[in-house]
């Protein structure tokens, strides 16, 4: 039937750390879940959308080290990609949910940008961070337009460091710097898991549990990543997380030679 009333105001589904409510257990926030780095989890269906394997921003293309593990022997079965995704989840995988977060709380993604390029040694990985940074752009801008994302992409017009991207990405979408953490640390491990399907023929179910067998320890990145985050507006980028593999770094040199492969990283 036809009412008079008022509508209520939408809700800020924002964290407190990117501008919005802190979570009041008797309010309207009631039975939002808390995330591990601060904040509520809101807006779950833009960090969805942002997490899908199925958003078009490159990540398909690329395996994250898996190819030239597998052609090394060091990834063979299940077991061994959750050991090689545990070390990227903790390295690499809380580098680049740190760097997402910071840009997601608001910190100077140029500034960031310069930060990622010092935490990357290997040039070829430098150079995917970017191709896929500038994917990850023109799907973004799409999705969220926001001056935010123009503005970088007019002063890094071939492409930012994907994880900055990916956190000013999470604030365009009103998302916080714990849920750009999780897209960032989440993506780390997802890429490898799904491209050794395709490598080893790997069955997707196992891929699949050693993705949920991992997700306790995304949590635990999630929060550092987003603490680091924090201390980083009053610190700057120095209080982000460095962790480094270097043989990944090694890898990544010696898979940009080869003349036939199936990924481009």
């Not at 036809?2 to 939408?10: C, F, L, V």
């Not at 958003?55 to 597998?70: I, K, L, T």
């Not at 050991?83 to 960031?112: E, K, N, S, Y």
């Amino acid at each position: 039937m036809p009412t008079n009333e008022t509508p209520p105001p939408p809700r800020d589904v924002r964290g407190p750390a990117a501008g919005g409510r802190s979570p009041s257990p008797d309010g309207p926030d009631r039975g939002r879940q808390p995330l591990p780095g601060g904040g509520v989890l809101g807006g779950v269906g833009a960090l969805l959308v942002l997490a899908d394997g199925r958003f078009p921003a490159g990540g398909h293309a690329h395996s994250g080290g898996a190819e030239a593990a597998v052609a090394a022997g060091r990834i063979r079965d299940a077991g061994s990609l959750e050991a090689f995704c545990r070390g990227r989840l903790h390295t690499v995988g809380l580098t680049a949910a740190g760097l997402a977060a910071a840009a997601a709380a608001g910190l100077d993604p140029l500034v960031l940008d310069d930060a990622a390029d010092a935490r990357t040694p290997s040039s070829a990985l430098r150079v995917t961070a970017r191709r896929l940074g500038r994917q990850l752009m023109r799907a973004a801008r799409a999705a969220w337009p926001s001056p935010e994302l123009d503005a970088l992409a007019a002063a890094r017009p071939r492409g930012a460091h994907q994880p900055v991207v990916l956190g000013l990405t999470a604030h365009a979408a009103a998302l916080g710097p714990p849920e750009a953490a999780y897209a960032a640390g989440y993506e780390v491990v997802s890429g490898p898991a799904t491209a050794v399907v395709r490598l080893l023929s790997l069955d997707p179910f196992e891929a699949t549990a050693v993705l949920a067998r991992l997700a306790p320890e995304l949590d635990q990145v999630v929060a550092r990543a987003a603490d680091a985050a924090r201390r980083a507006l009053d610190e700057g980028p120095d209080a982000l997380p460095a962790a480094s593999a270097p043989l990944l770094d090694i890898a990544a040199e010696q898979h940009a030679t080869w003349s036939v492969r199936l990924f481009a990283s």
